[in-house]
């Protein structure tokens, strides 16, 4: 690990982000700006690093693609944050989708990332420029982190000083449909330790989201306009320990091709972290998460030329707040325990408009509430020769309480006052592994649980899509997951790298969108109808087995990066859902692929999904698509490169979404770029 030397000193927390940057002498004292060390227990699991070079080479410049580079991972959608609403921008793991919450937790720097209050993430606040790596593992990854980890982490660092030089770096490019796309990062020393200031902003014209066989005369381009900064810094409190302190804020805003169907946010995070690197490891964190979100929804007649407002979410405001402490004690270089605790406490509410008539809205919404969990958890693990073992446990309390969902006419007479009882309980969950090294072969094998709350947003708020309309259950139950992996990797010469993983996940209670009926009609929580009418229900289980892929190779100027994942999802369901048997879940393909082959500062990247279904019933279903991109640099100067970039070149339509009247739309066209890289 690439480390930055500084001398002796100690500098007071509320200096940190104050302090003049500065440089300093060489010393005994190392400051990494980084977590305490990767655990040994992950021998035993199927981990995914994306390093910086790969982060920052994406034909789109977003986090969201270079994510895509891991098969198996998507989000609910398969547009990016560019068109599709934040709500549908779920990540999740292993085909333990059908729902756009998250099944996997992204965490930035120890953080938990998704929505407070709807557990979608907002993939705009993360600049690529301003990352050292992601490391994703697929299953298991709930043993340390607990509720919503269930599919898998997408663990995000920040850059140290090891990652850049001091100094400014940056870019910026122009694009199709008039777009552009800025990144500045300074990164320098903060008195005896560094930090960095980073600014993202990205916009355009956008393109229309409705194939064009389908247009009326209400379609037109979709613009988005985003911006985020960020700030860090890292200072030696003593000569092995260290304080991380970092800042967030962002702005996210597009329209989805209509009149009146605006939506996007705006949010800051703050977290503080004690990185003790002694005999005793010890790292404590802290944190606060704001995010206020705001979503229009239109309705289109058939002939698609009137757009009316139908739901306007004008204020949906939440917090999170979390803290979290681990030790670990000295047990030797070949022994590891893992001791913590965690605590997180989500709070938010939607305040909206619906029921219009002659354009106007004629009632007023508000639902959410409030939930908490803490844990306590112990991993311990052991290498002893090629063998490594390990195994862990945790036991989480949770409450979900304050649950409302009020309605009322905006002349003033209340016509739903609904209050859900609180509840709480126990989720004791568990994870075990066992790795076995023989020369170039490792196997590994890993068994394990995990669990997620339902948010808040899946617990009290009602809400449509188009003709279609989808009842709230403030009596969702905890999804509860179960699973087992078998790894093969080999490493036949020092520049390849091949793995394989089978796995098997049992997903209990899964929570999804049932469709009950369909309008036209009036139906409870929701009202008239004419399309689908839904409600978030348990279901039995999703089962889903599966192979994933990953290879690895590199030779001089030469890379080949490959991840293919095949993944058999299904939905175990009795009673209402009964229908639903047998069926995949919404959103879920079966194969996924992705691989890039780079040359010097060339690279060429091609992604492939297979069909999958829009809705639970299966019976919207979404083509299969294959996408090609392109990027390429010359430099021009020392520290300067002109910078070509093509999405999506052979302009092939990704379906991404289908309404009930057959409608369907499109992710990104073909789009290019031209711009400028400062190093």
Same mark, same amino acid.
């Given at each position: ?14 200096? %940190? ?132 980890? %269930? ?6 660092? $920040? ?68 911006? $985020? ?292 009609? $009036? ?39 490959? $991840? ?116």
């Amino acid at each position: 690990m690439m480390m930055t030397r500084v001398r002796k000193i100690a500098v007071p927390a509320g200096l %940190l982000l104050s302090a003049t940057p500065g440089f300093a002498a060489d010393g005994d004292i190392i400051v990494t700006g980084r977590p305490l060390p990767v655990s040994l227990s992950e021998a035993a699991y199927d981990v995914t690093e994306i390093n910086r070079d790969r982060l920052t080479a994406t034909a789109s410049g977003r986090i969201e693609d270079a994510l895509r580079n891991v098969a198996g991972l998507a989000q609910f959608r398969r547009s990016d944050a560019r068109s599709a609403n934040a709500t549908s921008q779920g990540a999740t793991l292993r085909g333990l989708g059908g729902n756009a919450s998250s099944r996997a937790l992204l965490v930035l720097d120890g953080v938990p990332q998704s929505d407070p209050f709807g557990g979608w993430i907002t993939w705009p606040a993360y600049a690529p420029e301003r990352l050292s790596q992601v490391r994703v593992t697929r299953g298991g990854g709930s043993g340390l982190y607990g509720s919503g980890a %269930l599919a898998g982490t997408i663990e995000m660092e $920040s850059i140290s000083a090891a990652d850049q030089n001091p100094g400014l770096s940056g870019v910026i490019g122009y694009g199709s449909r008039q777009s552009l796309d800025a990144n500045l990062l300074a990164t320098g020393r903060i008195g005896a330790g560094f930090g960095f200031l980073s600014a993202n902003y990205a916009r355009g014209d956008g393109f229309i989201p409705i194939i064009a066989s389908q247009r009326g005369s209400v379609d037109r381009p979709a613009p988005y306009r985003q911006f $985020s900064m960020a700030a860090r810094g890292v200072v030696p409190l003593g000569d092995k320990t260290e304080l991380q302190t970092s800042l967030m804020g962002f702005i996210d805003r597009r329209e989805r091709g209509t009149a009146y169907s605006e939506n996007g946010g705006d949010g800051g995070d703050a977290s503080v972290r004690l990185v003790h690197r002694g005999s005793w490891g010890v790292q404590a964190l802290a944190y606060v998460q704001r995010r206020k979100f705001t979503s229009n929804a239109v309705s289109i007649n058939a002939s698609r030329t009137l757009a009316t407002p139908s739901v306007a979410q004008f204020n949906v405001p939440s917090t999170g707040l979390g803290a979290r402490v681990e030790v670990r004690p000295p047990l030797g270089p070949n022994a590891e325990l893992r001791l913590g605790a965690d605590w997180r406490r989500t709070t938010g509410e939607t305040n909206e408009f619906y029921s219009y008539v002659n354009g106007l809205p004629t009632r007023l919404r508000e639902a959410g509430g409030q939930s908490d969990t803490t844990g306590l958890f112990a991993e311990a693990s052991v290498q002893s020769g090629a063998l490594t073992l390990t195994g862990g446990a945790r036991a989480d309390y949770w409450w979900i309480r304050d649950g409302r969902l009020v309605e009322s006419l905006l002349a003033g007479a209340q016509t739903r006052n609904d209050r859900a009882a609180n509840r709480q309980d126990w989720a004791p969950t568990a994870r075990t592994g066992l790795a076995f090294e023989h020369g170039p072969i490792t196997l590994r094998s890993a068994a394990y649980l995990g669990w997620r709350l339902p948010t808040l947003n899946e617990l009290y708020r009602p809400f449509r899509v188009g003709a279609d309309a989808t009842a709230a259950n403030p009596d969702l139950k905890p999804e509860r997951m179960r699973g087992a992996e078998f790894g093969l990797d080999l490493r036949p010469a020092p520049q390849l790298v091949l793995r394989a993983t089978a796995f098997t996940n049992r997903l209990r209670d899964a929570i999804g969108n049932v469709t009950l009926a369909n309008g036209p009609g $009036s139906f409870p929580g929701v009202g008239q109808v004419t399309g689908a009418y839904r409600q978030r229900l348990n279901l039995d289980a999703i089962q889903s087995t599966g192979l994933e892929l990953d290879a690895r190779y590199s030779h001089a100027d030469w890379s080949l990066s490959a $991840s293919y994942a095949l993944t058999n999802a299904r939905v175990r369901s009795t009673g209402t859902a009964r229908g639903l048997n047998g069926l995949r879940p919404a959103q879920t393909p079966r194969h996924m692929a992705s691989a890039t082959l780079g040359w010097r500062t060339l690279s060429v990247t091609t992604r492939y999904v297979s069909a999958q279904f829009e809705d639970d019933s299966n019976s919207r279903r979404l083509r299969a698509a294959l996408t090609l991109d392109a990027m390429a640099s010359w430099p021009i100067l020392p520290r300067l490169s002109v910078v070509v970039r093509g999405e999506n070149l052979a302009d092939a339509q990704v379906d991404t979404a289908i309404s009930a009247s057959g409608i369907l739309e499109r992710a990104t066209p073909r789009t290019l770029w031209v711009g400028l890289r400062l190093r």
